[in-house]
């Protein structure tokens, strides 16, 4: 294990979020077998005391989690230089078998973790809690997930071995030599991707833009936002990269949140998973709008959602293009 701030405070991170959410998700499970809001029994009045607790606690948990995501790939960014090979985080993160998969669960947890926010949010605007089983259920099949990517977590920063000698970026993501996901991705046409990137966007904006004036299509928003998020994944590390590098041949998407290129990727990250985190919670409270405790609640909610994911998605197409627009790269 390499002791370094940053990798103790990711793990660190990582425990409390862990030991936060199995204990959430045990007396979660208490209160969805047992809850009966018509019930004036002793145990309904614990369980209710109980759920303020859990709530709260989750609420600044998932939020720790989110955050971790970032922490994670800033880590891995710091730490690159102690391993030989490496040029950014994508070297740091092959140093062993655990970086990358961390990586995946980190991205799958935050999006779980965003909408049990959103759902949560959703439920404490009710006088009845009516969301409070789904939400628990929820939080059920999000904790496993959790402790996976502790799990990964730890096995990656104990495993760091400052003596292996990893890959650079220019491997892993290299257009030429089609190994592994990277690379295939890299090797997609440019120009192509781009336009598909642009025309996922537009569907996305046209759609969510109904969605907020007319109440009507947020499956369709929801759905089109979520495919917009993993296009714009793979056009980042196609096309984009190469107009913010300016190199035909450099594809990462770790190397943009450098200092060189004025951390922009962290600014395209956080835009980007706010919009796809605020476009597939349209689809996880449309089913609610009926609830009589919640009909006066939800459809502002949802308005203030697809209103975030749009602004989001905007101003992510709108840097892009703006790199773009002055980038000395012609493709």
Same mark, same amino acid.
């Not at 002793?42 to 970032?70: A, D, H, K, M, P």
């Not at 749009?310 to 627009?325: D, E, L, Q």
């Given at each position: 294990m390499i002791m370094h701030p940053a990798v103790i405070a990711n793990i660190i991170a990582a425990l409390t979020v862990s030991l936060m959410v199995v204990y959430s998700a045990y007396y979660g499970m208490q209160i969805y077998r047992h809850w009966n809001?018509?019930?004036?029994?002793?145990?309904?009045?614990?369980?209710?005391?109980?759920?303020?607790? %859990?709530?709260?606690?989750?609420?600044?948990?998932?939020?720790?989690?989110?955050?971790?995501?970032?922490?994670?790939?800033?880590?891995?960014?710091?730490?690159?230089?102690?391993?030989?090979?490496?040029?950014?985080?994508?070297?740091?993160? #092959?140093?062993?078998?655990?970086?990358?998969?961390?990586?995946?669960l980190k991205v799958g947890n935050f999006l779980l973790a965003g909408l049990w926010l959103i759902l949560n949010h959703a439920d404490n605007q009710a006088y009845d809690y009516p969301l409070i089983r789904k939400k628990y259920l929820l939080l059920a099949v999000i904790a496993p997930f959790i402790v996976a990517e502790t799990i990964l977590e730890l096995a990656y920063f104990l495993k760091l071995d400052a003596n292996v000698i990893t890959s650079c970026c220019g491997s892993l993501f290299s257009s030429e030599r089609v190994e592994g996901l990277g690379s295939e991705i890299a090797a997609l046409p440019a120009l192509p991707t781009l336009w598909a990137f642009y025309i996922s966007?537009?569907?996305?904006?046209?759609?969510?833009?109904?969605?907020?004036?007319?109440?009507?299509?947020?499956?369709?928003?929801? !759905?089109? !936002?979520?495919?917009?998020?993993? %296009?714009?994944? %793979?056009?980042?590390?196609?096309?984009?990269?190469?107009?913010?590098?300016?190199?035909?041949?450099?594809?990462?998407?770790?190397?943009i949140i450098m200092e060189e290129y004025n951390y922009i990727g962290y600014l395209l990250y956080i835009l980007l998973f706010s919009a796809v985190v605020a476009g597939a919670g349209v689809a996880v409270l449309v089913p609610f709008r009926g609830i009589a405790s919640l009909r006066s609640a939800i459809p502002s909610l949802l308005r203030r959602l697809a209103l975030t994911s749009?602004?989001?998605?905007?101003?992510? !197409? #709108?840097? %892009?293009?703006?790199?773009? !627009?002055i980038s000395n790269l012609i493709m």
């Open positions: 809001i018509e019930s004036g029994s002793e145990l309904q009045l614990t369980l209710e005391r109980r759920t303020y607790l %859990v709530s709260t606690l989750l609420s600044y948990t998932f939020g720790l989690q989110l955050i971790s995501l970032f922490l994670y790939v800033f880590t891995a960014d710091t730490l690159y230089p102690l391993f030989v090979g490496a040029m950014c985080a994508a070297g740091a993160l #092959s140093v062993n078998a655990f970086g990358y998969p961390t990586l995946i966007i537009a569907a996305a904006l046209l759609s969510g833009i109904y969605f907020y004036l007319r109440g009507k299509g947020g499956y369709v928003y929801s !759905a089109l !936002a979520v495919v917009a998020f993993f %296009v714009s994944i %793979v056009a980042i590390i196609s096309c984009i990269s190469l107009y913010i590098y300016e190199l035909p041949t450099h594809h990462c998407p770790f190397c749009i602004v989001s998605y905007t101003a992510f !197409a #709108s840097v %892009v293009t703006y790199r773009i !627009a």
